[in-house]
C-alpha cells in the first residue's frame, strides 16, 4: 500500500512543468475543466445527498424540497445539473483536442485509452444520475436509454435465438432490475451515480494523471524550445543541442558533473506557474457554472407517471443521435454504431504510425 501511495499519489502532480504545456492556445485548460467539474460535482452531490431519498415514493418530493424549502437547495441542485453537462462538453472537447494535435502517439498510447474510459464513465455518471428526480423528463429518458440498451434484440430475433440468447433482454435486466423503470430501477441507478461510478472515475483519473507525468507531461512538438523563446530567470536552461565543450581539464579534477550530451529542457516551478493556472481554470468553471445556476433552474416536471408518456420523449442529449437512429434500426443505433466507435478510437494510437506531428494543432504530413 505504502509503494502504491508512493509511486502514484506523490507523483500525480510535478515538481516543474515544461513551458509549453503553460500555453492557453494549446491545452485550452480543457483536461483542468473537467477535473474541477467533477470536484464540483463531488461536494454538490454530497450536499444533495443529505436531502434525497432514494424510493419512487418519496424521490419526487425529496427533490421538490430540495427545490423550494432547503436553503440554497435549489441553487446545489443548479450546480450539479449544469456542472455535469459542462464535464460532458469538456471531456468530448478535450479528447478532440488531443486527437488534433496527435497527442495520443507514442508513448501516450494507453493513456489515450484511459481518456476513453474516462469519457464513458462520465456519460455514465450523467445518464445514472438523470432518472434520480423521478419527474416525466427523467422517466421516460431512462426509458428510451433501456430500450436503446436491449436493442440487440433485433438481431437475435431476426436469427431466431433470442429463447436461448438474449443479450438485449440481459442488458436492460441488468440496467433496471426489471422489465420497466421503477423502484429497482432507481436504487441501482443511485449506487452507481453515487458509489461505483465516481469511484472508478477517481480510480482513472488517478492513472491518467500518473501517465502524465510517465509520458514526460503534456505532448509538445520537437522545436518546442526554440518556438518558446529564451526561458525566464526560473526556467532551466535550455540546450537545443548537446554543447561540445562546456568545462575544462581542471574543472574535472576539481570533481565537476559536466552536462555532455543533456537533451532539452525549459520548466519552470509549478509553484507558482502550473498551480497558479489550475486555480485560474477552477475560478472560471466555478464562475460559468454558477452564471448558468444563476439564471437557469434545473428542469423539474411532473412526477413521473407511466401511464402518460412525455410528449415527445427524448433521451439525453449526448445520446439523442443514437435515439434517432435506433428509430430506424435498434441493432445499428444500439450496439453496431456504439460498439465500432469504440474500437475504433481505442485503435487510433495503434493505427497512426507517423512519427511527426505531436503537439501541433491540425498536423499536416508531407511526403
Not at 450546480?79 to 462538453?89: D, E, F, Q
Not at 478535450?94 to 501516450?108: E, G, I, Q
Not at 429518458?141 to 440468447?165: C, H, M, R, V, W
Amino acid at each position: 500500500m505504502e509503494t502504491v501511495f508512493q509511486n502514484l499519489f506523490l507523483h500525480i502532480h510535478p515538481t516543474r512543468v515544461h513551458r509549453w504545456s503553460l500555453r492557453w492556445s494549446y491545452s485550452l485548460g480543457l483536461g483542468l475543466i473537467c477535473a474541477a467539474s467533477f470536484l464540483l460535482l463531488l461536494v454538490t452531490g454530497v450536499l444533495l445527498m443529505f436531502y434525497y431519498k432514494p424510493s419512487t415514493v418519496l424521490a419526487y418530493q425529496s427533490i421538490q424540497d430540495i427545490h423550494y424549502v432547503i436553503p440554497s437547495g435549489r441553487f446545489m441542485r443548479n450546480i450539479h445539473r449544469w456542472g455535469a453537462h459542462i464535464m460532458v462538453v469538456a471531456v468530448i472537447l478535450h479528447m478532440a483536442r488531443v486527437f488534433y494535435t496527435s497527442s495520443y502517439k507514442k508513448p501516450r498510447e494507453m493513456n489515450w485509452v484511459f481518456g476513453l474510459v474516462l469519457l464513458v464513465l462520465t456519460l455514465g455518471l450523467s445518464f445514472s444520475g438523470y432518472l434520480l428526480p423521478w419527474d416525466q423528463l427523467a422517466y421516460w429518458a431512462t426509458t428510451i436509454g433501456a430500450n436503446i440498451a436491449q436493442s440487440p434484440k433485433e438481431l437475435t430475433d431476426a436469427l431466431g435465438i433470442t429463447p436461448y440468447f438474449d443479450p438485449g433482454g440481459f442488458q436492460k435486466t441488468l440496467l433496471l432490475g426489471s422489465r420497466s423503470v421503477g423502484e429497482e430501477a432507481l436504487i441501482r441507478f443511485y449506487v452507481l451515480h453515487i458509489m461505483v461510478l465516481p469511484l472508478l472515475m477517481v480510480v482513472f483519473l488517478g492513472l491518467h494523471f500518473w501517465r502524465i507525468r510517465k509520458d514526460g507531461g503534456l505532448s509538445r512538438p520537437e522545436d518546442a524550445d526554440e518556438r518558446l523563446g529564451p526561458p525566464g530567470d526560473d526556467a532551466l536552461p535550455v540546450f537545443t543541442q548537446a554543447p561540445k565543450k562546456s568545462y575544462g581539464l581542471m574543472a574535472v579534477v576539481r570533481g565537476a558533473s559536466p552536462n555532455v550530451g543533456r537533451g532539452p529542457e525549459n520548466t519552470v516551478p509549478a509553484w507558482p506557474h502550473l498551480m497558479t493556472a489550475e486555480a485560474a481554470v477552477f475560478m472560471f468553471t466555478l464562475a460559468i457554472t454558477v452564471a448558468l445556476s444563476f439564471f437557469f433552474d434545473a428542469p423539474l416536471k411532473e412526477m413521473a407517471n407511466p401511464l402518460i408518456p412525455e410528449n415527445p420523449a427524448k433521451a439525453p442529449w449526448y445520446f439523442l443521435g443514437l435515439q434517432e437512429i435506433v428509430s430506424f434500426s435498434a441493432f445499428a443505433g444500439g450496439v453496431l454504431l456504439p460498439m465500432l466507435a469504440l474500437i475504433g478510437l481505442g485503435l487510433i494510437p495503434y493505427l497512426d504510425r507517423e512519427p511527426g506531428g505531436v503537439g501541433t494543432w491540425l498536423p499536416v504530413q508531407i511526403g
